[in-house]
T-cell receptor
Framework: EAQVTQNPRYLITVTGKKLTVTCSQN?????MSWYRQDPGLGLRQIYY???????DKGDVPEGYKVSRKEKRNFPLILESPSPNQTSLYFC??????????????FGPGTRLTVT | AQSVTQLDSQVPVFEEAPVELRCNYS??????LFWYVQYPNQGLQLLLK??????LVKGINGFEAEFNKSQTSFHLRKPSVHISDTAEYFC??????????FGSGTKLNVKP
């Protein structure tokens, strides 16, 4: 089954304790992206990757890091989490071209709470 | 800079009534537009997209949207809603398929 998986689905942590949220896709997509969803703000893009070893900042990259060493994986790293990073995080992937079949596929989400 | 505005945070509607969810975008270049649906505790699912061609776009579950360049709008419509359409709906735009901009969402509450 074609899918985007995220782990963990739920995480409660403390301020300053480094964490990684993993994202994996099995569709051989070139493009992957991370978003955070906050009430009343919709989804905001954190980072995206156009292919292996190619990443760029979205609208809200502060406090986050990413890496793309393999095509299928795109982990999100919070080196020193703070309470304002408490949010619902989504990973997404798509083919890189914009043909008529273009679609961005979303993972199930990771709910992060930083105390 | 691009932005997407969803004018209604919540829309209550009775079952079998028509509904319109409004979306306006701002961009200095040509954009591509999307509507997504999010059911409770789930990820986002694509409803429909406008890439080019006909300005009336049909999607899944009986939804359609019309791209209006002069009004910079991309409103979502359904002629008759069902209880199962209760969800949050997001409008999104991109100009290069790398950076995406989402609206703040509209919660559709379908009442029996």
């Amino acid at each position: 089954e074609a899918q985007v998986t995220q782990n963990p689905r739920y995480l409660i942590t403390v301020t300053g304790k480094k964490l990684t949220v993993t994202c994996s896709q099995n569709m051989n997509h070139e493009y992957m992206s991370w978003y955070r969803q906050d009430p009343g703000l919709g989804l905001r893009q954190i980072y995206y990757s156009m292919n292996v070893e190619v990443t760029d900042k979205g609208d809200v990259p502060e406090g986050y890091k990413v890496s793309r060493k393999e095509k299928r994986n795109f982990p999100l790293i919070l080196e020193s989490p703070s309470p304002n990073q408490t949010s619902l995080y989504f990973c997404a992937s798509s083919l890189s071209h914009s043909g008529s079949s273009y679609e961005q596929y979303f993972g199930p989400g990771t709910r992060l709470t930083v105390t | 800079a691009q932005s997407v505005t969803q004018l209604d945070s919540q829309v209550p509607v009775f079952e079998e009534a028509p509904v319109e969810l409004r979306c306006n975008y701002s961009s200095s270049v040509s954009v591509y537009l999307f509507w997504y649906v999010q059911y409770p505790n789930q990820g986002l699912q694509l409803l429909l997209k406008y890439l080019s061609g006909s300005t009336l776009v049909k999607g899944i579950n009986g939804f359609e949207a019309e791209f209006n360049k002069s009004q910079t709008s991309f409103h979502l419509r359904k002629p008759s809603v069902h209880i199962s359409d209760t969800a949050e709906y997001f409008c999104a735009s991109t100009y290069n398929f790398n950076k995406f901009y989402f609206g703040s969402g509209t919660k559709l509450n379908v009442k029996p």
